[in-house]
């Protein structure tokens, strides 16, 4: 078939490979003038890696591998633990902590070279039985047998199908960098995440001295940006125990983004005919659970099966919604309650057993609940 994918994200990259490896015709638009690698560190866990490996992707030589993750309360004491190292070993793939612009490369390592046309801004889109076609800013169009929109959070493709309803602000926001932060805990295989009154603060090894961290904030769209940003998170955060203090005095203003939280609640059908939506565009909710790429992953996995399958393509279009929709519905409940910013007092939190995770993640993929049938 002759496909067409908005965007070429880290979704739009990795459903491109499939597309191609299985003998189709494949052309991605991206709105943005050109290749755009920024952004912070991504967390990959063992249902996103076992994707990655399917793809040909290796991580053994990006980022950092992590072992544990630790919550903390503000003042130092533990308040659950979770093995991610038990979760590698059972269910075959480690949890790495990877930069989005390595990742990228990754994944755009190999295709062909002008597989993406840069400076398309889709701004219509429209089928008849057979064809469907994408009408650009700059007037041009492109007409294939299906589109696939991956095109992010503010998704021109979904608005052109459902409108904006359904895209609501959730209640925090991230400050987060990816920096060299000298500190012992960049050089483990530990993930703190660290909650009190005043937000949350999560600190991630990613590999070659690199350490990614990010602060929770109350947020609302109506908020006004601090004009020191980094001064705001040292009184609010500056107090808490080690090692945030010492991040926070390491960080430099150019190291910080922000991006508010969002959440679409998630329903069983996302396209119509012979559309389709992946990723963020189809799924946007905040980024509590750290299943973001992970679960953009999970949809190219399940879109690449059932586009193998014989049939009418759109019949197999609803075929990926529908096998998709009990796991990324789950997700998205739970990331839409912020587990990020519970603060579980510790005497709690040594109920949850410590493998907890090795479950959770079947329960949130394809991948790799398919693998043990």
Not at 331 to 337: H, I, Q
Request: hydrophobic share 40%.
């Amino acid at each position: 078939m002759d496909i067409l994918v908005m965007g070429a994200g880290v979704g739009g990259l990795a459903v491109a490979r499939v597309l191609l490896a299985a003998g189709h015709r494949v052309r991605v638009y991206e709105r943005a003038a050109e290749w755009r690698t920024g952004g912070a560190a991504l967390m990959i866990f063992s249902n996103g890696a076992a994707v990655l490996h399917d793809l040909g992707v290796s991580l053994d030589d990006v980022g950092g591998r992590v072992d544990r993750i630790d919550a903390m309360t503000a003042g130092g004491r533990l308040r659950v633990s979770m093995d991610i190292a038990h979760a590698a070993a059972h269910h075959g793939f480690e949890t790495r902590a990877v930069s989005r612009r390595d990742l990228m490369e990754l994944l755009a390592d190999g295709v062909p070279g002008d597989l993406v046309r840069y400076g398309k801004a889709c701004q219509d889109v429209t089928q008849d039985h057979d064809r469907v076609t994408a009408t650009f800013a700059d007037g041009s169009t492109a007409t294939g047998d299906l589109l696939i929109g991956a095109d992010g959070h503010h998704s021109a493709v979904r608005h052109r199908l459902w409108g904006d309803a359904g895209v609501r602000p959730a209640t925090f926001g991230t400050w987060q960098g990816l920096s060299p932060i000298d500190i012992e805990l960049t050089r483990t295989h530990r993930h703190l995440m660290i909650t009190g009154r005043e937000g949350a603060c999560g600190l991630i090894p990613a590999g070659k001295g690199m350490l990614q961290w990010w602060f929770d904030v109350p947020w609302s769209p109506g908020d006004r940006r601090p004009a020191a940003p980094l001064a705001e998170l040292r009184r609010r955060f500056g107090h808490w125990a080690s090692p945030v203090p010492e991040v926070l005095a390491a960080a430099t203003e150019a190291d910080l983004t922000f991006f508010g939280h969002h959440w679409r609640k998630v329903g069983p059908v996302w396209g119509k005919g012979r559309v389709t939506l992946l990723g963020d565009a189809a799924h946007i909710m905040p980024p509590t659970l750290g299943q973001g790429a992970n679960q953009t992953l999970e949809d190219v996995w399940v879109l690449g099966r059932e586009l193998a399958r014989d049939g009418d393509p759109a019949v197999r279009l609803r075929a990926y919604e529908k096998a998709r929709y009990p796991h990324i519905s789950l997700v998205s409940r739970m990331a839409k309650r912020n587990p990020a910013n519970w603060r579980i007092p510790p005497l709690l939190g040594r109920l949850i057993p410590e493998t907890s995770q090795t479950a959770m993640l079947a329960c949130y993929s394809n991948r790799l609940t398919a693998r043990s049938r």
